[in-house]
């Protein structure tokens, strides 16, 4: 079955880029998605189709996905970016998969 | 604007099975540009794919749910509904229901991603 696998935890100092990093075999041929989730609340698309931005997310947020890796990229982090982030792809063998999660602290 | 609210009873007995319903509103789930899933979340850890239908009936399932799960549409109350048998603990979790696009697939994969979901409910599995 396929896998993604993410760090669980990344920190970031205000103003920084974070980047949490989204790990699977060849995942740069497959189109990779991004949800946040801050506590106790549902979780929110924030990237979708590898770089796009839904509507009403901010342009600080980016993505990008190439090799074994796909990658969310947070410009200039705000304190209200702290929250846990999942990515998510589609496998011909296990359908939807999502990773196990990044915990993003801003320091 | 769609919303997506889940219902169902939160305390399910092992070995019963846990029923939960998905009402749509701000939208038709007989739009053919959406499929209609279910994920959950477990205490304190990741989001699982349980499945995902179309309004004329179609579904897919996580592969190690199948043989547990049955997911049914009823497009005439605007509502979709997950049907997990044989509970255990570790079926507790947070189920949410969510829209995902039809998408479009190339040579090596899909484009499908979840854009609305609902609030979420807990269910317990416990005696």
């Known amino acids: 079955s396929y896998e993604l696998t993410q760090p669980p935890s990344v920190s970031v100092s205000p103003g920084q880029t974070a980047s949490i990093t989204c790990s699977g075999d060849?995942?740069?041929?497959?189109?990779a998605s991004w949800y946040q989730q801050k506590p106790g609340q549902s979780p929110v698309l924030v990237i979708y189709?590898?770089?796009k931005r839904p509507s009403g997310i901010p342009e600080r947020f980016s993505g990008s996905n190439s090799g074994n890796t796909a990658t969310l990229t947070i410009s200039g982090t705000q304190a209200m970016d702290e929250a846990d982030y999942y990515c998510?792809?589609?496998?011909?063998?296990?359908?939807?998969?999502f990773g196990g999660g990044t915990k993003l602290t801003v320091l | 604007q769609l919303q997506l609210q889940e219902s169902g009873l939160g305390l399910v007995k092992p070995s019963e099975t846990l029923s939960l319903t998905c009402t749509v509103s701000?939208?038709?789930?007989?739009?053919?540009?959406?499929?209609w899933g279910w994920i959950r979340q477990p205490p304190g850890q990741g989001l699982e794919w349980i499945g995902t239908i179309y309004y004329s009936g179609t579904t897919y399932y996580n592969p190690s749910l199948k043989s547990r799960v049955t997911i049914s549409v009823d497009t005439s109350k605007n509502q979709f509904s997950l049907r997990l048998s044989s509970v255990t603990a570790a079926d507790t979790a947070v189920y949410y229901c969510a829209r995902r696009s039809t998408g479009y697939c190339s040579s090596t994969s899909c484009n499908y991603y979840f854009d609305y979901w609902g609030q979420g409910t807990l269910v317990t599995v416990s005696s």
């Open positions: 060849k995942v740069g041929n497959k189109y």
């Open positions: 998510q792809a589609w496998d011909s063998s296990t359908y939807v998969v």
């Open positions: 189709q590898d770089t």
């Open positions: 701000g939208g038709s789930i007989s739009s053919s540009s959406y499929y």
